[in-house]
């Protein structure tokens, strides 16, 4: 089992605020993948991630991946109510097998 | 396409009784993956199939634990019996591939009482 730690465990933040959430292994991946996942739902894929130091801008969140390819950040700007969620990073060693991470548990107040 | 469908929705059943999730993957998906998430362990790789064959079932906790691929849009996972223990929300998803992301049911949540 490849061990991706995710900090922090929980974030509580008002609307309008930027937040960085991280994902991190002592493992190399081949690619890594953030999902969020609302609740009663299964997670939905936001972005893959394959090259070392790549960044990946989707609308206000922008992904890294670390130049070692051991580690990821996510940033979330201006923080909205929609944004609230589990938000989980996956990395990919060998094959189509992902290892979850253990997730970030974002609320964003009104 | 409708995207993973799993059922049931909620299941409730006594320690000692059979119980069978079941799964519908996306069409043309070749791989088929088996998750149990819970608040203690997270998201947990139960099995996984490629092309109906299951390739890693590692994460199957024990004997108890089963699961099946008769054809490329149906797949069912197997307790038998149950515990209170294996209360849990278990996830089916589905894959193109490689690389490719994957595409989550909605889940299944599981109490045995």
């Known amino acids: 089992t490849q061990l991706l730690e995710q900090s922090p465990q929980f974030l509580s933040i008002q609307e309008g605020e930027n937040l960085t959430v991280y994902c991190n292994s002592s493992?190399?991946?081949?690619?890594l993948q953030w999902y969020r996942q609302e609740p009663g739902e299964g997670p939905v894929l936001l972005v893959t991630?394959?090259?070392?130091?790549e960044v990946k801008k989707l609308k206000r969140l922008t992904f890294q991946f670390g130049d070692a390819r051991k580690d990821s950040s996510l940033h979330i700007t201006a923080a909205q109510p929609g944004d609230t969620g589990l938000y989980l990073c996956?990395?990919?060693?060998?094959?189509?097998?992902?290892?979850f991470g253990t997730g970030t548990s974002l609320t964003v107040i009104p | 396409d409708a995207g993973v469908i799993q059922s049931p929705r909620h299941e409730v059943t006594e320690m000692g009784q059979e119980v069978t999730l079941r799964c519908k993957p996306i069409?043309?998906?070749?791989?088929l993956f088996w998750y149990r998430q819970t608040m203690m362990r997270g998201l947990e790789l139960l099995i996984y199939?490629?092309?109906?064959?299951?390739?890693?079932d590692s994460g199957m906790p024990e004997d108890r634990f089963s699961a099946k691929m008769p054809n490329a849009s149906f797949s069912t996972l197997k307790i038998q019996p149950s515990e209170p223990r294996d209360s849990a929300v278990y996830f089916c998803?589905?894959?193109?591939?490689?690389?490719?992301?994957?595409?989550f049911g909605s889940g299944t949540r599981l109490t045995v009482v």
């Open positions: 998803a589905s894959s193109l591939g490689t690389g490719f992301g994957y595409t």
């Open positions: 069409s043309g998906h070749d791989y």
């Open positions: 199939f490629n092309n109906n064959v299951p390739i890693d």
């Open positions: 991630v394959v090259t070392g130091g």
């Open positions: 493992s190399v991946f081949s690619s």
């Open positions: 996956a990395g990919a060693n060998t094959g189509n097998q992902f290892y």
